[in-house]
Protein backbone atom coordinates (compact mmCIF):
# COMPACT_ATOMS: atom_id res chain seq x y z
CA UNK A 1 0.00 0.00 0.00
CA UNK A 2 1.33 3.14 -0.65
CA UNK A 3 2.55 5.83 1.71
CA UNK A 4 -0.54 8.23 -0.08
CA UNK A 5 -2.73 5.49 0.21
CA UNK A 6 -2.67 4.86 3.30
CA UNK A 7 -1.90 8.11 5.20
CA UNK A 8 -2.45 11.09 2.45
CA UNK A 9 -5.21 11.37 0.78
CA UNK A 10 -6.38 14.76 -0.16
CA UNK A 11 -8.39 17.33 -0.03
CA UNK A 12 -7.47 20.02 -2.90
CA UNK A 13 -3.97 19.90 -1.94
CA UNK A 14 -4.25 19.98 1.80
CA UNK A 15 -3.67 16.48 3.57
CA UNK A 16 -5.86 15.20 6.32
CA UNK A 17 -3.11 14.28 8.91
CA UNK A 18 -2.26 17.71 8.48
CA UNK A 19 -5.50 19.20 9.90
CA UNK A 20 -4.51 17.38 13.45
CA UNK A 21 -3.28 20.47 14.86
CA UNK A 22 -1.51 20.07 18.48
CA UNK A 23 -4.15 21.83 20.08
CA UNK A 24 -7.30 19.75 18.74
CA UNK A 25 -4.57 16.51 19.20
CA UNK A 26 -5.10 17.45 23.21
CA UNK A 27 -8.52 18.22 23.11
CA UNK A 28 -8.86 14.81 21.41
CA UNK A 29 -6.74 12.94 23.91
CA UNK A 30 -9.05 15.13 26.59
CA UNK A 31 -12.16 13.27 25.09
CA UNK A 32 -10.89 9.80 25.54
CA UNK A 33 -9.46 10.52 28.82
CA UNK A 34 -12.63 11.79 30.30
CA UNK A 35 -14.77 9.08 28.49
CA UNK A 36 -12.76 6.45 30.30
CA UNK A 37 -13.17 7.98 33.79
CA UNK A 38 -17.00 8.59 33.02
CA UNK A 39 -17.14 4.76 32.04
CA UNK A 40 -15.19 3.86 35.27
CA UNK A 41 -16.98 6.29 37.43
CA UNK A 42 -20.39 4.69 36.19
CA UNK A 43 -20.40 1.28 35.89
CA UNK A 44 -22.93 0.11 33.42
CA UNK A 45 -24.95 -1.88 35.37
CA UNK A 46 -25.50 0.25 38.27
CA UNK A 47 -26.09 -1.75 41.92
CA UNK A 48 -30.24 -1.30 42.94
CA UNK A 49 -31.01 -1.18 46.58
CA UNK A 50 -32.71 -3.97 47.95
CA UNK A 51 -36.34 -3.96 48.83
CA UNK A 52 -38.74 -5.08 51.11
CA UNK A 53 -41.97 -4.45 51.88
CA UNK A 54 -43.64 -5.69 55.30
CA UNK A 55 -46.66 -6.02 57.75
CA UNK A 56 -46.36 -3.22 60.37
CA UNK A 57 -48.20 -2.08 63.44
CA UNK A 58 -51.62 -2.49 63.55
CA UNK A 59 -51.57 -4.80 59.83
CA UNK A 60 -50.15 -1.17 58.37
CA UNK A 61 -47.68 -1.78 55.31
CA UNK A 62 -44.55 -0.35 54.35
CA UNK A 63 -41.40 -0.61 52.60
CA UNK A 64 -37.97 -0.32 53.65
CA UNK A 65 -33.84 -1.31 52.00
CA UNK A 66 -32.63 -4.06 53.52
CA UNK A 67 -30.34 -1.85 56.26
CA UNK A 68 -33.74 -0.57 57.55
CA UNK A 69 -32.41 2.91 56.72
CA UNK A 70 -35.25 4.22 54.37
CA UNK A 71 -38.54 3.09 55.55
CA UNK A 72 -41.66 4.49 53.86
CA UNK A 73 -45.91 3.71 54.25
CA UNK A 74 -47.07 2.28 51.23
CA UNK A 75 -51.18 1.86 52.55
CA UNK A 76 -52.59 4.78 54.80
CA UNK A 77 -55.30 2.17 55.88
CA UNK A 78 -54.45 -0.35 58.57
CA UNK A 79 -55.72 -4.03 58.58
CA UNK A 80 -53.75 -5.66 56.24
CA UNK A 81 -52.78 -9.44 56.56
CA UNK A 82 -51.19 -10.41 53.19
CA UNK A 83 -48.51 -8.91 50.76
CA UNK A 84 -48.29 -9.95 47.10
CA UNK A 85 -46.05 -7.95 45.00
CA UNK A 86 -46.35 -8.16 40.81
CA UNK A 87 -43.58 -10.05 39.28
CA UNK A 88 -42.68 -6.56 37.67
CA UNK A 89 -42.13 -5.31 41.01
CA UNK A 90 -44.12 -2.29 40.26
CA UNK A 91 -47.18 -2.78 42.58
CA UNK A 92 -48.27 -5.04 45.42
CA UNK A 93 -51.94 -6.82 45.99
CA UNK A 94 -52.86 -6.29 49.43
CA UNK A 95 -55.51 -8.28 51.37
CA UNK A 96 -57.29 -6.60 54.59
CA UNK A 97 -59.58 -8.59 56.46
CA UNK A 98 -59.07 -10.99 60.05
CA UNK A 99 -56.59 -13.54 60.10
CA UNK A 100 -58.64 -16.26 60.76
CA UNK A 101 -61.70 -17.29 58.42
CA UNK A 102 -62.67 -15.86 54.73
CA UNK A 103 -65.44 -13.54 55.24
CA UNK A 104 -65.21 -9.74 54.71
CA UNK A 105 -61.83 -9.56 53.16
CA UNK A 106 -61.27 -7.23 50.58
CA UNK A 107 -57.79 -6.51 48.03
CA UNK A 108 -56.22 -3.35 47.59
CA UNK A 109 -54.30 -2.96 44.57
CA UNK A 110 -50.89 -0.16 44.86
CA UNK A 111 -47.99 1.03 43.58
CA UNK A 112 -44.53 0.92 45.22
CA UNK A 113 -44.60 4.59 45.72
CA UNK A 114 -47.48 4.03 48.18
CA UNK A 115 -50.40 5.44 45.44
CA UNK A 116 -53.53 3.69 44.71
CA UNK A 117 -53.59 2.10 41.68
CA UNK A 118 -56.86 0.26 41.46
CA UNK A 119 -60.37 -0.09 43.82
CA UNK A 120 -61.06 -2.20 46.12
CA UNK A 121 -62.86 -5.91 45.34
CA UNK A 122 -64.12 -8.06 47.77
CA UNK A 123 -62.22 -11.14 47.91
CA UNK A 124 -59.46 -12.95 48.71
CA UNK A 125 -56.00 -14.77 47.59
CA UNK A 126 -55.14 -12.84 44.77
CA UNK A 127 -52.42 -14.40 42.70
CA UNK A 128 -50.83 -12.36 39.63
CA UNK A 129 -50.74 -13.02 36.29
CA UNK A 130 -46.54 -13.22 34.67
CA UNK A 131 -47.39 -9.77 33.21
CA UNK A 132 -48.64 -8.39 36.25
CA UNK A 133 -51.53 -7.01 34.56
CA UNK A 134 -54.44 -9.39 36.05
CA UNK A 135 -55.23 -10.60 39.28
CA UNK A 136 -56.76 -13.87 40.08
CA UNK A 137 -58.70 -14.09 43.40
CA UNK A 138 -62.16 -15.92 44.76
CA UNK A 139 -64.55 -14.44 46.05
CA UNK A 140 -65.72 -14.15 50.06
CA UNK A 141 -67.02 -17.46 51.71
CA UNK A 142 -70.44 -17.14 53.24
CA UNK A 143 -71.03 -20.64 55.30
CA UNK A 144 -74.32 -22.00 54.98
CA UNK A 145 -76.11 -25.24 55.29
CA UNK A 146 -76.70 -26.13 52.07
CA UNK A 147 -73.54 -25.00 51.03
CA UNK A 148 -71.87 -22.37 49.65
CA UNK A 149 -70.49 -20.99 45.98
CA UNK A 150 -67.49 -18.84 45.80
CA UNK A 151 -66.41 -17.32 42.41
CA UNK A 152 -62.62 -16.78 40.70
CA UNK A 153 -62.91 -13.86 38.94
CA UNK A 154 -60.03 -11.87 37.49
CA UNK A 155 -59.28 -7.74 37.52
CA UNK A 156 -57.86 -6.43 34.89
CA UNK A 157 -55.57 -3.52 35.89
CA UNK A 158 -55.86 -2.02 32.36
CA UNK A 159 -59.49 -1.68 31.82
CA UNK A 160 -60.91 -2.18 34.77
CA UNK A 161 -63.14 -5.00 33.78
CA UNK A 162 -63.67 -7.71 36.58
CA UNK A 163 -64.40 -10.69 35.35
CA UNK A 164 -65.88 -14.41 36.38
CA UNK A 165 -64.32 -17.09 35.41
CA UNK A 166 -66.93 -19.48 37.35
CA UNK A 167 -69.33 -19.42 40.19
CA UNK A 168 -69.68 -22.89 41.82
CA UNK A 169 -70.22 -25.28 44.81
CA UNK A 170 -66.24 -26.76 45.31
CA UNK A 171 -65.65 -29.70 46.60
CA UNK A 172 -69.06 -29.94 49.74
CA UNK A 173 -69.14 -26.29 49.71
CA UNK A 174 -69.04 -26.67 53.05
CA UNK A 175 -65.59 -25.18 53.76
CA UNK A 176 -63.58 -21.99 51.74
CA UNK A 177 -61.03 -22.05 49.26
CA UNK A 178 -57.78 -22.20 50.58
CA UNK A 179 -55.42 -21.17 47.73
CA UNK A 180 -55.32 -20.46 44.19
CA UNK A 181 -52.17 -21.52 41.85
CA UNK A 182 -52.11 -19.81 38.38
CA UNK A 183 -49.47 -21.86 36.44
CA UNK A 184 -46.54 -19.79 35.14
CA UNK A 185 -48.26 -19.44 31.90
CA UNK A 186 -51.17 -18.31 33.04
CA UNK A 187 -53.22 -20.83 31.28
CA UNK A 188 -54.65 -23.22 34.18
CA UNK A 189 -55.60 -22.95 37.58
CA UNK A 190 -55.34 -25.26 40.65
CA UNK A 191 -57.41 -24.80 43.38
CA UNK A 192 -57.48 -26.74 46.69
CA UNK A 193 -60.67 -26.85 48.84
CA UNK A 194 -60.92 -28.88 52.37
CA UNK A 195 -63.41 -31.70 52.00
CA UNK A 196 -66.43 -32.70 54.85
CA UNK A 197 -63.55 -34.42 57.23
CA UNK A 198 -59.68 -33.90 56.73
CA UNK A 199 -59.62 -34.88 53.70
CA UNK A 200 -58.80 -32.03 50.55
CA UNK A 201 -58.32 -32.00 46.53
CA UNK A 202 -57.26 -30.42 44.18
CA UNK A 203 -59.67 -28.67 40.92
CA UNK A 204 -57.47 -28.33 37.67
CA UNK A 205 -59.30 -25.68 35.67
CA UNK A 206 -58.34 -24.08 32.30
CA UNK A 207 -58.04 -19.90 31.74
CA UNK A 208 -61.82 -20.04 30.74
CA UNK A 209 -62.55 -21.19 34.17
CA UNK A 210 -63.49 -25.28 32.99
CA UNK A 211 -62.78 -27.82 35.09
CA UNK A 212 -60.59 -29.88 33.14
CA UNK A 213 -59.98 -32.68 35.96
CA UNK A 214 -60.77 -32.75 39.56
CA UNK A 215 -57.63 -35.06 41.33
CA UNK A 216 -59.18 -37.74 42.86
CA UNK A 217 -56.73 -38.12 45.47
CA UNK A 218 -56.53 -36.95 48.74
CA UNK A 219 -54.69 -34.21 49.39
CA UNK A 220 -54.05 -33.81 52.98
CA UNK A 221 -52.82 -29.54 52.67
CA UNK A 222 -52.54 -26.86 50.44
CA UNK A 223 -49.29 -26.70 50.51
CA UNK A 224 -48.75 -30.26 48.66
CA UNK A 225 -49.02 -28.58 45.40
CA UNK A 226 -46.60 -27.23 43.07
CA UNK A 227 -46.20 -25.83 38.99
CA UNK A 228 -43.34 -27.21 37.52
CA UNK A 229 -41.36 -23.51 36.34
CA UNK A 230 -42.35 -23.59 32.79
CA UNK A 231 -46.04 -25.13 33.58
CA UNK A 232 -45.69 -28.07 32.07
CA UNK A 233 -45.64 -30.45 34.93
CA UNK A 234 -47.02 -30.13 38.47
CA UNK A 235 -46.50 -32.08 41.52
CA UNK A 236 -48.54 -33.46 44.52
CA UNK A 237 -48.99 -35.46 47.77
CA UNK A 238 -51.01 -37.88 47.76
CA UNK A 239 -51.83 -38.79 51.20
CA UNK A 240 -53.61 -42.26 50.48
CA UNK A 241 -55.88 -43.99 52.57
CA UNK A 242 -53.68 -46.50 53.98
CA UNK A 243 -55.85 -46.58 57.67
CA UNK A 244 -59.03 -47.63 55.51
CA UNK A 245 -57.12 -50.19 53.74
CA UNK A 246 -56.41 -48.07 50.27
CA UNK A 247 -53.29 -46.95 48.90
CA UNK A 248 -50.08 -46.24 50.70
CA UNK A 249 -49.23 -42.37 50.11
CA UNK A 250 -47.05 -40.81 47.61
CA UNK A 251 -45.37 -37.87 45.72
CA UNK A 252 -46.67 -38.00 41.96
CA UNK A 253 -45.86 -35.87 39.09
CA UNK A 254 -48.54 -35.18 36.50
CA UNK A 255 -48.14 -33.50 32.75
CA UNK A 256 -50.86 -30.78 32.98
CA UNK A 257 -52.29 -31.04 29.62
CA UNK A 258 -53.16 -34.42 29.71
CA UNK A 259 -53.08 -34.84 33.24
CA UNK A 260 -51.36 -38.79 32.98
CA UNK A 261 -49.36 -39.58 35.91
CA UNK A 262 -45.55 -39.86 35.09
CA UNK A 263 -43.69 -40.41 38.08
CA UNK A 264 -45.45 -41.93 41.38
CA UNK A 265 -42.67 -42.05 44.43
CA UNK A 266 -43.25 -43.80 47.60
CA UNK A 267 -41.34 -41.45 49.42
CA UNK A 268 -44.20 -39.03 50.07
CA UNK A 269 -42.50 -36.46 50.77
CA UNK A 270 -44.76 -33.12 51.97
CA UNK A 271 -44.48 -29.58 50.92
CA UNK A 272 -42.47 -30.34 47.07
CA UNK A 273 -40.56 -27.63 45.78
CA UNK A 274 -40.02 -27.38 42.62
CA UNK A 275 -36.39 -25.53 41.96
CA UNK A 276 -36.32 -22.84 39.56
CA UNK A 277 -34.02 -24.32 37.15
CA UNK A 278 -37.10 -27.22 36.95
CA UNK A 279 -34.79 -30.22 37.85
CA UNK A 280 -35.10 -31.04 40.89
CA UNK A 281 -38.07 -31.46 43.61
CA UNK A 282 -37.15 -31.18 47.50
CA UNK A 283 -39.58 -32.20 50.35
CA UNK A 284 -40.06 -33.77 53.80
CA UNK A 285 -40.69 -37.09 54.42
CA UNK A 286 -42.24 -37.24 57.98
CA UNK A 287 -40.08 -39.40 60.90
CA UNK A 288 -41.93 -40.42 63.78
CA UNK A 289 -42.65 -37.43 66.31
CA UNK A 290 -43.13 -35.24 64.00
CA UNK A 291 -39.77 -34.98 62.49
CA UNK A 292 -38.50 -34.95 58.89
CA UNK A 293 -35.46 -36.06 56.64
CA UNK A 294 -34.87 -33.77 53.37
CA UNK A 295 -35.14 -35.57 50.32
CA UNK A 296 -33.54 -34.21 46.63
CA UNK A 297 -35.15 -35.80 44.16
CA UNK A 298 -34.55 -35.78 40.37
CA UNK A 299 -37.93 -34.45 38.43
CA UNK A 300 -37.20 -36.24 35.18
CA UNK A 301 -36.00 -39.60 36.67
CA UNK A 302 -37.74 -39.55 40.05
CA UNK A 303 -34.01 -40.75 41.25
CA UNK A 304 -33.47 -39.79 45.03
CA UNK A 305 -29.56 -38.36 44.51
CA UNK A 306 -30.43 -36.99 48.39
CA UNK A 307 -31.88 -37.50 51.75
CA UNK A 308 -30.83 -36.22 54.88
CA UNK A 309 -29.24 -38.70 57.56
CA UNK A 310 -30.25 -36.51 60.26
CA UNK A 311 -33.38 -35.92 61.22
CA UNK A 312 -34.61 -32.05 61.76
CA UNK A 313 -37.91 -30.97 64.32
CA UNK A 314 -41.35 -30.09 63.36
CA UNK A 315 -42.35 -30.94 59.97
CA UNK A 316 -45.72 -28.64 60.22
CA UNK A 317 -44.14 -25.54 60.96
CA UNK A 318 -41.37 -25.89 58.23
CA UNK A 319 -41.46 -25.14 54.21
CA UNK A 320 -38.21 -25.96 51.90
CA UNK A 321 -37.37 -22.98 50.14
CA UNK A 322 -35.16 -22.89 46.99
CA UNK A 323 -32.45 -20.78 46.66
CA UNK A 324 -33.07 -18.23 43.03
CA UNK A 325 -29.83 -20.67 41.80
CA UNK A 326 -31.32 -23.27 42.49
CA UNK A 327 -28.10 -24.45 44.57
CA UNK A 328 -29.87 -24.69 48.04
CA UNK A 329 -32.63 -24.65 50.42
CA UNK A 330 -33.64 -22.78 53.05
CA UNK A 331 -35.81 -24.08 56.11
CA UNK A 332 -36.42 -24.30 59.43
CA UNK A 333 -36.09 -26.95 62.04
CA UNK A 334 -37.78 -26.89 65.88
CA UNK A 335 -36.27 -28.91 68.96
CA UNK A 336 -36.01 -28.54 72.05
CA UNK A 337 -37.67 -25.45 72.09
CA UNK A 338 -35.51 -23.93 69.57
CA UNK A 339 -36.29 -22.64 66.20
CA UNK A 340 -32.89 -22.54 63.85
CA UNK A 341 -33.10 -21.30 60.43
CA UNK A 342 -30.81 -23.79 58.15
CA UNK A 343 -29.10 -23.53 54.47
CA UNK A 344 -28.39 -26.95 52.90
CA UNK A 345 -26.72 -27.36 49.62
CA UNK A 346 -28.17 -30.03 47.51
CA UNK A 347 -25.38 -32.13 48.67
CA UNK A 348 -26.44 -32.28 52.04
CA UNK A 349 -23.50 -29.63 52.94
CA UNK A 350 -25.48 -27.77 56.21
CA UNK A 351 -25.08 -24.62 58.65
CA UNK A 352 -27.18 -22.82 60.93
CA UNK A 353 -27.57 -18.98 60.47
CA UNK A 354 -29.46 -18.28 62.43
CA UNK A 355 -32.39 -19.17 65.51
CA UNK A 356 -35.46 -17.62 66.91
CA UNK A 357 -38.92 -17.81 67.63
CA UNK A 358 -41.47 -18.69 64.85
CA UNK A 359 -39.07 -17.46 62.23
CA UNK A 360 -40.61 -16.73 58.94
CA UNK A 361 -37.96 -17.15 56.25
CA UNK A 362 -37.51 -15.35 52.37
CA UNK A 363 -34.72 -14.80 50.13
CA UNK A 364 -33.86 -11.75 48.54
CA UNK A 365 -34.48 -12.22 44.10
CA UNK A 366 -30.49 -12.16 43.99
CA UNK A 367 -29.99 -14.97 46.35
CA UNK A 368 -27.72 -12.93 48.54
CA UNK A 369 -29.36 -11.94 51.56
CA UNK A 370 -32.59 -13.55 53.30
CA UNK A 371 -35.02 -12.02 55.45
CA UNK A 372 -36.23 -13.19 58.90
CA UNK A 373 -39.36 -12.11 60.84
CA UNK A 374 -39.21 -13.37 64.18
CA UNK A 375 -41.07 -13.04 67.58
CA UNK A 376 -44.53 -13.49 68.17
CA UNK A 377 -47.54 -13.38 66.41
CA UNK A 378 -48.23 -9.55 65.82
CA UNK A 379 -44.51 -8.35 68.01
CA UNK A 380 -42.39 -9.66 65.69
CA UNK A 381 -38.96 -8.06 64.21
CA UNK A 382 -37.70 -8.61 60.90
CA UNK A 383 -33.94 -9.19 60.42
CA UNK A 384 -31.86 -9.65 57.16
CA UNK A 385 -28.59 -11.74 57.28
CA UNK A 386 -26.22 -12.58 54.50
CA UNK A 387 -26.62 -16.20 52.93
CA UNK A 388 -23.31 -17.47 54.64
CA UNK A 389 -25.18 -16.07 58.06
CA UNK A 390 -22.53 -13.33 58.76
CA UNK A 391 -24.18 -9.36 59.36
CA UNK A 392 -27.24 -10.46 61.07
CA UNK A 393 -29.00 -6.98 61.51
CA UNK A 394 -32.59 -6.08 62.48
CA UNK A 395 -34.32 -4.12 60.37
CA UNK A 396 -37.64 -3.02 62.04
CA UNK A 397 -40.57 -4.33 63.78
CA UNK A 398 -43.12 -5.84 61.70
CA UNK A 399 -43.95 -9.10 59.98
CA UNK A 400 -44.38 -10.77 56.64
CA UNK A 401 -41.29 -9.57 55.00
CA UNK A 402 -41.46 -9.81 51.24
CA UNK A 403 -38.86 -9.11 48.93
CA UNK A 404 -39.45 -6.67 45.84
CA UNK A 405 -38.98 -8.52 42.71
CA UNK A 406 -36.40 -7.00 39.85
CA UNK A 407 -39.16 -4.71 38.09
CA UNK A 408 -38.55 -3.05 34.90
CA UNK A 409 -37.75 0.45 36.39
CA UNK A 410 -34.84 -1.14 38.58
CA UNK A 411 -33.11 -1.95 35.47
CA UNK A 412 -29.82 -0.59 34.63
CA UNK A 413 -29.49 2.56 32.67
CA UNK A 414 -29.89 2.27 28.87
CA UNK A 415 -26.84 2.30 27.27
CA UNK A 416 -25.94 3.12 23.25
CA UNK A 417 -22.66 2.06 21.86
CA UNK A 418 -21.85 0.74 24.96
CA UNK A 419 -21.75 3.95 26.86
CA UNK A 420 -24.33 4.76 30.02
CA UNK A 421 -26.02 7.68 28.80
CA UNK A 422 -25.70 8.58 32.61
CA UNK A 423 -22.73 10.42 33.66
CA UNK A 424 -21.17 10.68 30.03
CA UNK A 425 -22.61 13.97 28.65
CA UNK A 426 -19.12 15.75 29.75
CA UNK A 427 -17.47 13.40 27.00
CA UNK A 428 -20.03 13.90 24.55
CA UNK A 429 -19.88 17.74 25.25
CA UNK A 430 -16.00 17.51 24.38
CA UNK A 431 -16.80 15.55 21.54
CA UNK A 432 -19.13 17.46 19.93
CA UNK A 433 -16.67 20.19 20.28
CA UNK A 434 -13.95 18.62 18.72
CA UNK A 435 -16.02 17.74 15.74
CA UNK A 436 -17.26 21.22 15.19
CA UNK A 437 -13.51 22.19 15.40
CA UNK A 438 -12.73 19.55 12.60
CA UNK A 439 -15.55 20.86 10.70
CA UNK A 440 -14.72 24.95 11.27
CA UNK A 441 -10.93 23.86 10.02
CA UNK A 442 -12.11 21.72 6.73
CA UNK A 443 -14.36 24.78 5.96
CA UNK A 444 -11.44 27.46 6.53
CA UNK A 445 -9.31 25.13 4.20
CA UNK A 446 -11.70 24.33 1.32
Given amino acids: MSRQAYGSRRRGDLSVSRLVSPQLGAAMLLVVAVTIVGLAAVP ?9 AYLGAGGSVWMTDAAGDER ?3 AE ?3 FTSIEWAPDGEKLALVRGALSGDEGKEIHVVRADGSVMAEVVEGYAPVWSSDSQQILYVTNFSPSEDGTEQALKVFDLQDGSDSTLVTRR ?7 IERLCWSP ?4 IAVYVAGLQMEGHFVILDRQGKVV ?10 DSFAWSPDGQ ?18 LKIARAETQEIILSLSQAGFWPRWSPDGEKIAAFLWQEGGGFRVLIMDAESGELPFQSDRVFGDIWNSRPIWSPDSSSLLFCSSEEGETQVFLMDAHGALSSIASGQHPDASWSPDGTLIALAVGEERTREVYVVRADGSDLHKVTDGWMPRWRPPGASQLPARQ ?7 GSSAAVGLAFAGTMALRRRLGNAA
Fill in 44 to 52: ASAPVPLQM
Fill in 72 to 74: VQL
Fill in 77 to 79: AQG
Fill in 170 to 176: WVSGLWP
Fill in 185 to 188: QDNM
Fill in 213 to 222: WEIPDFVYSP
Fill in 233 to 250: HFVYRDSGEPFMGGEEPA
Fill in 416 to 422: VCGLPIL
